[in-house]
């Protein structure tokens, strides 16, 4: 039976304050109250309920929903340091909802682990010109037990495929059905003569740890999930974490600084209520879990005259190597229909490119995925129909009618190698809603990024053409101009001059002061790196409770 959720004071000094309850915040919470920790969780959006999520497409992308409105979360872009930053204006082009459970509501759900070639490319590639690509300081075999509690924990349905790493433990629950486009690209990878295997997801196929399975609805990606079968942390950790009296969620807590004493050490976590009122919480030791993009914002914005450049930055490292992950789609018209707007959505995946080939002429690989357009609006407005085609009147109407239900998707997704130059930082003039200075991003894809976009599209469309598609097409490829992976701009590393955090995910500078979310990535990985910041989360709050109970925060 679950207990009451304590309320603690401000005044009271806990355990733990985490900033942030996404992906990695969420993992975090659970673990360290579960451990016996008081632990205060705050997050800048609301707290809703199953019943609050809505299949709205227009309301969740364009006017507000999880991700919030550019008038309240206004941010700028632009491609390299000397240029002007224009501020977004149409939609987000940073895609992250503010509620709790972060983006974990809203992700597609793709659960791809990093294989060990991930973790140690530098060494078997050497430098690569243009790149700060480094080896990180853990392997895969050291981070294997922590992606099986995320698949038995979280809730992961797949299979083991070809090319699959080690794995220590079984899948929790068989893998999702295969959708009309998953079986259209395993015949296509089965005529080329390549592999293919169903995609794991984060997506219940059958009941696990009392959670329903999936309804398929259809509205996975840009919605929450209403039933709780989507293994966001607000279905699977933050309930865990409430019940054992430990641990108290405050929504709609917009944190502006981190508090440090004259020893550095974090003492107070500073914010504005849902009334605006400040407020300080304090803690006997901190976590920022708030993605790539907010965990850098937050440190430039908790500068202090010992810590001019932000705090934890003593390395100059901190919101730079934003990388984003490659992506890249594709669209494919059949003659039978496919209603690819039922279901999840990414049923198939084919890894047969999955590793460098230095045959390429470029660094980097990846998967490509069968799966639908997001939905109505976006298929129209965005990825559609044929660059050649009307986009308004009769015509327009009947190809969307008739295009709609009868198209597949095979996205590649893949690496983005670390820059330096690719930053978050401040806008020197760009507000929000709370007076913070607004996220900055300068970001250009690698040449090799763009070659192997490129690649990974013609990939997909060979594999459209050999599935049987009357017509395929893709947008043309260039340097990304939206994400929704914020990756590296906190790195971990063993060296306090090379990077942000150690190992264990504790500031080189600070030493209790903890970074655990997308900002710790060492490299990007093969375009889904949920999974992997989950398994990083699980094994840092294992390691964040020892260093508590013997007394070394």
């Known amino acids: 039976m679950s207990q009451e959720v304590r309320r603690y004071r401000t005044d009271e000094e806990v355990d733990f304050v985490i900033v942030g309850s996404g992906a990695a915040g969420g993992v975090l919470a659970k673990e360290l109250s579960t451990a016996g920790f008081s632990v205060v969780v705050l997050e800048q959006g609301p707290y809703l309920r199953p019943y609050q999520f809505a299949h709205d497409e227009l309301g969740d992308f364009f006017t507000g929903g999880l991700i919030g409105t550019l008038a309240d979360h206004p941010h700028s872009w632009r491609q390299r340091p000397e240029d002007e930053a224009v501020p977004a204006s149409l939609m987000p082009q940073l895609f992250y909802a503010k509620a709790v459970g972060g983006s974990s509501l809203h992700f597609a759900a793709n659960y791809w682990r990093f294989r060990p070639v991930d973790f140690r490319e530098r060494s078997l590639l050497g430098p690569i010109s243009g790149s700060s690509l480094v080896d990180w300081p853990l392997t895969y075999e050291e981070l294997e037990p922590y992606y099986t509690k995320v698949d038995w924990e979280v809730g992961v349905s797949g299979a083991p495929g070809p090319g699959d790493p080690a794995r220590s433990r079984p899948y929790p629950t068989p893998p999702m059905h295969t959708k009309s486009a998953g079986m259209l690209m395993a015949r296509g990878a089965r005529a080329l003569g390549w592999t293919s295997a169903p995609a794991p997801v984060a997506i219940l196929s059958r009941p696990h740890n009392g959670r329903a399975a999936c309804i398929n609805c259809g509205y996975c990606w840009g919605h929450g999930c209403e039933v709780g079968a989507k293994s966001s942390t607000l279905a699977s950790m933050i309930p865990v974490a409430e019940a054992t009296g430990n641990c108290e969620i405050r929504d709609r807590s917009v944190v502006h600084r981190i508090e440090v004493d004259a020893r550095d050490r974090v003492r107070r976590v500073v914010y504005l209520d849902p009334d605006g009122v400040e407020q300080g ?19 430039f914005l908790s500068e202090t005259s010992r810590h001019p450049d932000g705090l934890a930055n003593s390395s100059g490292k901190v919101g730079k190597n934003l990388m984003f992950n490659t992506n890249v789609g594709t669209i494919g018209v059949f003659p039978e229909p496919l209603n690819e707007y039922k279901g999840i959505k990414a049923s198939q995946v084919v890894m047969d490119f999955y590793d460098t080939d230095p045959a390429r002429g470029f660094y980097g690989g990846g998967g490509i995925d069968a799966r639908s357009s997001v939905g109505h609006l976006f298929f129209a407005m965005f990825e559609g129909l044929h ?12 190809r969307m009618a008739r295009t709609y239900t009868r198209h597949a998707s095979f996205a590649g997704h893949g690496t983005s190698l670390p820059r330096e130059r690719n930053t978050i930082s401040l806008d020197p003039e760009l507000k929000d809603a709370w007076g913070r200075a607004a996220v900055r991003v300068t970001y250009e ?7 192997l976009m490129r690649f990974l599209q013609a990939r997909a469309l060979d594999l459209l053409e050999a599935a049987g598609a009357e017509e395929a097409w893709g947008p043309p490829v260039g340097t990304q101009t939206i994400s929704a992976h914020f990756l590296g701009t906190c790195r971990m590393g063993d060296d306090p001059a090379e990077s942000v955090v150690d190992r264990y995910h504790r500031s080189h500078d600070i030493p209790n002061l903890f970074i655990c979310d997308g900002s710790s990535l060492v490299t990007s990985g093969r375009g889904q790196p949920t999974m992997t910041i ?5 094994r840092a709050g294992e390691h964040i409770a020892g260093f508590a109970r013997r007394g070394e925060i």
Do not use: M
């Open 534 to 538: 989950q398994a990083l989360a699980f």
């Open 445 to 451: 894809d690698h040449p090799d990024d763009i070659a």
């Open 281 to 299: 919480q304090r803690a006997k030791a901190v976590v920022l879990a708030a993605n790539g993009a907010e965990t850098p914002r937050l440190l």
């Open 387 to 398: 660059p050649d085609e009307p986009s308004w009147g009769p015509e327009f109407k009947s």
